[in-house]
């Protein structure tokens, strides 16, 4: 029904910053709220930054002052911008949404996720 595809991944030095980006394909009425979560090795999947289809913005402590989250509706895109990156920043980062399209009113879908790796 819905697919997310996230890219802007890599590796950077510490002080780095890179910009994930995640495209909602499918037969898409609207997107409600959309997220990035992000995984490390031997972790809990916590969630980063989440964003509502008014724009209202959240973050974790973590990550708050660092990183910005943005939409970009007539795309279906949702961006992290990720500055002032540290080595614990490094995870498997996935994109989230919860989507309506025309068959069924709410879909909760998980994107493949990418790489970010923080290193000197």
């Known amino acids: 029904q819905v697919q997310l595809v996230e890219s802007g991944g890599g590796l950077v030095q510490p002080g780095g910053s890179l910009r994930l980006s995640c495209t909602a394909s499918?037969?898409?009425?609207?997107?409600?709220?959309m997220e990035w979560y992000r995984q490390a090795p031997g972790k809990q999947r916590e969630l980063v930054a989440g964003?509502?289809?008014?724009?209202?913005?959240n973050y974790a402590d973590s990550v708050n002052g660092r990183f910005t989250i943005s939409r970009d509706n007539a795309k279906n895109t949702v961006y992290l911008q990720m500055n002032s990156l540290k080595p614990e920043d490094t995870a498997f980062y996935y994109c989230?949404?919860?989507?309506?399209?025309?068959?069924?009113?709410?879909?909760?879908?998980w994107g493949q996720g990418t790489q970010v790796t923080v290193s000197s």
């Open positions: 989230h949404a919860d989507v309506r399209t025309v068959v069924v009113s709410r879909i909760l879908t």
């Open positions: 499918g037969n898409i009425v609207a997107i409600n709220n």
């Open positions: 964003i509502t289809s008014g724009g209202s913005t």
